[in-house]
């Protein structure tokens, strides 16, 4: 077990709606992502926090926003859902904010949480 | 642009036969590549980084920057090793982003 929890495991709601996805990080993790798994766009990159501010943006709709609470744990809000939108979102975690002369921080996965927009 | 192409959506072998899943990336700086692993009903596991150089499970990937490619391979497939695989390079230096390619289903039939 990585350590990252997500809650909930599914979520179904309906087009035009609002949800928020919780992640809590490993104990001691300070950077949070934010990634959208959906049959035709693969596994793509949404957001990055690190200890509580924003460091990357990926292909982020501008309905959707992300932020990470002094505690570490971080929330993805979804708003004027659309079906398109139905897909698993996987946060994970790592230990700082990218690369260094180690290289990069492995990523620890979530096991994700699956919306469905009907 | 950062692109990872994995160019089977599908790989079917049979136990004990060699694997290769192929990973072609588009970077035009120094990437790192990884090999992220989801069996079934799991969460994405990483694999294997190239710059560790490790062996894990039996697999290897060498990055090859001439050809800008990152194939995963064994040499002798087991069921267990049923999973989808993703390729996913680091291209940043200041974030953690990292960009995925559409993955490959490796079936082991026995």
């Known amino acids: 077990d990585s350590g990252v929890t997500q809650t909930p495991k599914h979520l179904i709601t309906a087009t035009g709606q609002r949800v928020t996805l919780r992640c809590s990080p490993r104990s001691g993790d300070l950077s949070v992502y934010w990634y959208q798994q959906s049959l035709d766009q693969g596994l793509q990159f949404l957001i990055q926090?690190?200890?509580?501010?924003?460091?990357a943006k990926g292909n982020i709709l501008e309905r959707f926003s992300a932020q990470q609470f002094p505690d570490l744990h971080s929330e993805l809000n979804l708003s004027s859902l659309e079906l398109g939108d139905s897909a698993l979102y996987f946060c994970a975690s790592s230990a700082y904010s990218g690369r260094s002369d180690r290289g990069t921080d492995t990523q620890y996965f979530g096991p994700g949480t699956r919306l469905t927009v009907l | 642009a950062q692109r990872v192409t994995q160019p089977e959506k599908l790989l079917s072998v049979f136990k004990g036969a060699p694997v290769e899943l192929k990973c072609n990336y588009s970077y035009s700086g120094s990437p790192e590549l990884f090999w992220y692993v989801q069996y079934s009903r799991q969460r994405l596991q990483l694999l294997l980084r190239h710059i560790s150089r490790e062996s894990i499970k039996g697999f290897t990937a060498d990055l090859n920057k001439g050809e800008t490619s990152f194939h995963l391979k064994k040499p002798f497939a087991q069921e267990e090793d049923s999973a989808m695989y993703y390729c996913?390079?680091?291209?940043?230096?200041?974030?953690?982003?990292?960009?995925f390619g559409q993955g490959t289903t490796l079936q082991v039939k026995p």
């Open positions: 926090y690190y200890n509580g501010e924003e460091r």
């Open positions: 996913a390079l680091h291209g940043s230096s200041n974030t953690g982003k990292l960009i």
